[in-house]
Every structure is written in C-alpha cells, then in structure tokens.
C-alpha cells in the first residue's frame, strides 16, 4: 500500500487517524506536531513514528503528506515536502490567498513532478466551481456564518466583541483581507477563490449567536450557469473553529486517489 505522513494532532488530525485504518487503502508513517506528547498520543493510534522534525517525518519517504495544522504549517513545510519527492494534500487552503507562495508551490511541484490536491474541506462542489471557472466567472460570493465564540479573539475583530444575542455581519471584504484577519476561520474562502480562479471574491463572515453548526454558502453566476451552494456542518467540540467535515473530505480525497472509479 502507498504511505502517507501527517502534519498535525489537532482536533481533525484525530478524527483522520482515528479512521484512517478502517479504509485501508494507506500506510500510516507517521504523525508530525509542535509537541511531541501530541504527536505521540496520535502516532499510538495509528501505529506509527512521533515526531516534531520535518526531515524525521520525511525520512520515511510517504508517497503523500496531509497537512491539516493550519496555513502557517503549510507555508512552512509545503514545499520541503515537494522536494522530498512527496505529494501533498492542503487542508489549510488559506494560504493560497498568498499568491506569492501559491505560484512557488504550483512551480515547484510543476518542475519536480509533484501533485499538490486542496481538500474540499468544510465545503463541496469543487467540481461545478473548477467548471465556471473554464465558462468564466461573472462574479461569486461566499458567506460563513459561525458563533461568536468561534470567531472571538481574531485580529480581524479588532478591539470589537461580537454580540451574544444578535446575528451581525463580522467581516465583509476580499479573501486576502479576510485571511489575515480570520486564518482559523476561511480557509472554504481561500478554496472557494482558488477553485474559480476568481480574484475579486466578496467573502461575508456572519456571526450568529446559539449556532451548533457551521454554515458556508456561495453563490456563482458563469455565463449562462448560475449556482447556490449551501454547505453546513457540525464544529468539533473541542475547536469550534473547525467543522468536522473538513476531516471526513480528506478521507473521501484519499479514497478517491486510490479507487479505479473517480469522481470529480
């Protein structure tokens, strides 16, 4: 079986462990963290290395590397993991607001003949938003609609504190600002902009007191297509800045890349 590594414990790190073993199509080697007692603790699930290094991690020569710890993570191993011969699988799509980084990583894996695949996270429909993009987007927009807790404490909030009893409008902008202001929370944004090559997409953050569930919903016009997506998802209990779908897409792209039927 092919053999894959993974950059982050976190909450979704552990649900992916937790089942990679039931799909069977993978070899875990092993599990990368900040903290090894992390790392450890997940790395006796799946049976394989701990590690806090890189160069440990890649050691093991993994067909494919699951980065899922966030866009700092991913900027700062993607393209180590490139070299190294490796695939690689970004959950943490915010960093493709960086275009910079994006056209390094897109060059890099061009020339040494790496495949880098964006896990549709806590969203879907890459398939219809890849297919506007070649009909040509007139315009798209995306709205997350989350509690004020899992919103409280981002730059983007400034010195404001969200209401606990009523619904307001958090953030309305671009995807690069909305990046910076809100990493933990718009990563379906970044995705969304990368998979319809759209750089003036209007992102709206929505904060909604009493949620129990994390809403996305993009609305695309391309030519004679127009397309309302809704997406909604239950956060994790223990991060409510991450919807545990998120976890469960990069199972679903993992079992995609080793079945003989693909869906796209």
């Not at 061009?110 to 964006?118: D, P």
């Not at 004679?224 to 997406?231: A, G, K, N, P, V």
């Given at each position: 079986?092919?053999?894959?590594?993974?950059?982050?414990?976190?909450?979704?790190?552990?649900?992916l462990?937790?089942?990679?073993a039931k799909?069977?199509?993978?070899?875990?080697?092993?599990v990368?963290?900040?903290t090894?007692?992390?790392a450890?603790?997940?790395?006796?699930?799946?049976?394989?290395?701990?590690?806090?290094d890189?160069?440990?991690?890649?050691a093991?020569?993994?067909?494919?590397v699951v980065?899922?710890a966030?866009i700092?993570?991913?900027?700062?191993?993607?393209?180590?993991?490139?070299?190294?011969?490796?695939?690689?699988v970004?959950?943490?799509?915010?960093?493709?607001?960086?275009p910079?980084?994006?056209?390094?990583?897109?060059s890099?894996?061009?020339t040494?003949g790496?495949?880098?695949?964006?896990?549709?996270?806590?969203?879907?429909?890459f398939?219809?938003?890849?297919t506007a993009?070649?009909?040509?987007v007139?315009?798209?927009?995306i709205?997350s609609t989350?509690?004020?807790?899992?919103l409280?404490?981002?730059?983007?909030?400034?010195?404001?504190?969200?209401?606990?009893?009523?619904?307001?409008i958090?953030f309305?902008?671009?995807?690069?600002d909305a990046?910076?202001?809100?990493?933990?929370?718009?990563?379906?944004?970044a995705?969304?902009?990368?998979?319809t090559?759209?750089?003036?997409l209007?992102?709206?953050?929505?904060?909604q007191?009493?949620?129990?569930?994390?809403?996305h919903?993009?609305?695309?016009k391309?030519g004679?297509?127009?397309?309302?997506?809704?997406?909604?998802?239950?956060?994790?209990a223990?991060?409510p800045?991450?919807?545990?779908?998120?976890a469960?897409?990069?199972l679903a792209?993992l079992?995609n890349?080793r079945?003989?039927l693909?869906?796209?």
């Amino acid at each position: 079986m092919p053999r894959l590594a993974i950059i982050g414990s976190g909450a979704l790190g552990t649900i992916l462990v937790n089942h990679l073993a039931k799909a069977g199509d993978w070899t875990l080697t092993g599990v990368m963290a900040r903290t090894l007692q992390h790392a450890q603790t997940l790395a006796n699930v799946g049976h394989c290395k701990a590690t806090t290094d890189l160069e440990v991690l890649l050691a093991d020569q993994p067909d494919v590397v699951v980065e899922i710890a966030g866009i700092g993570a991913a900027k700062a191993y993607g393209a180590a993991v490139l070299e190294a011969g490796c695939d690689l699988v970004v959950v943490s799509a915010g960093a493709f607001a960086d275009p910079i980084w994006r056209d390094m990583m897109v060059s890099k894996a061009t020339t040494l003949g790496r495949r880098i695949h964006v896990a549709s996270g806590a969203i879907g429909g890459f398939d219809v938003l890849r297919t506007a993009a070649l009909m040509g987007v007139d315009e798209v927009t995306i709205e997350s609609t989350k509690s004020p807790k899992s919103l409280a404490g981002a730059s983007g909030l400034g010195d404001r504190t969200l209401s606990s009893t009523e619904e307001e409008i958090a953030f309305e902008g671009s995807v690069e600002d909305a990046v910076r202001g809100f990493p933990k929370n718009v990563n379906v944004a970044a995705a969304t902009a990368l998979a319809t090559a759209c750089d003036d997409l209007v992102v709206r953050v929505v904060s909604q007191p009493g949620l129990t569930e994390n809403t996305h919903r993009i609305t695309l016009k391309a030519g004679t297509m127009r397309t309302d997506l809704t997406f909604a998802s239950s956060f994790d209990a223990t991060n409510p800045r991450s919807s545990v779908s998120t976890a469960w897409s990069v199972l679903a792209l993992l079992k995609n890349l080793r079945s003989p039927l693909s869906f796209f």
